[in-house]
């Protein structure tokens, strides 16, 4: 995939990440597309690991791989930011 199309994906699972976790986070849309990316590589990562699978491209198991890992970063996030 190349940079635009990671861009625009990124910028999906960060937004369904912050559909899933919802609550107020500053950053605005760039702090989403970069969760998002940063969600596609751990959630890709995490997936390997665990025998479940990558993000190999625009497909719905990428699209939930992504998420997951957005949502890992997400609640990450939070837990820095809070401390």
């Not at 899933?20 to 760039?30: F, N, V």
């Not at 025998?51 to 820095?80: P, W």
């Amino acid at each position: 995939m190349g940079i635009l199309s990671w861009i625009i994906f990124g910028l999906i699972a960060g937004f369904l990440a912050k559909f899933i976790m919802p609550g107020r986070d500053g950053g605005g849309l760039i702090m989403t597309i970069i969760l998002g990316i940063a969600g596609a590589f751990v959630g890709g990562w995490v997936g390997t690991l665990i025998g479940f699978g990558s993000v190999t491209g625009f497909n719905l198991g990428s699209l939930f791989t992504a998420v997951i890992g957005a949502v890992i970063l997400l609640f990450a996030y939070r837990l820095i930011r809070k401390s």
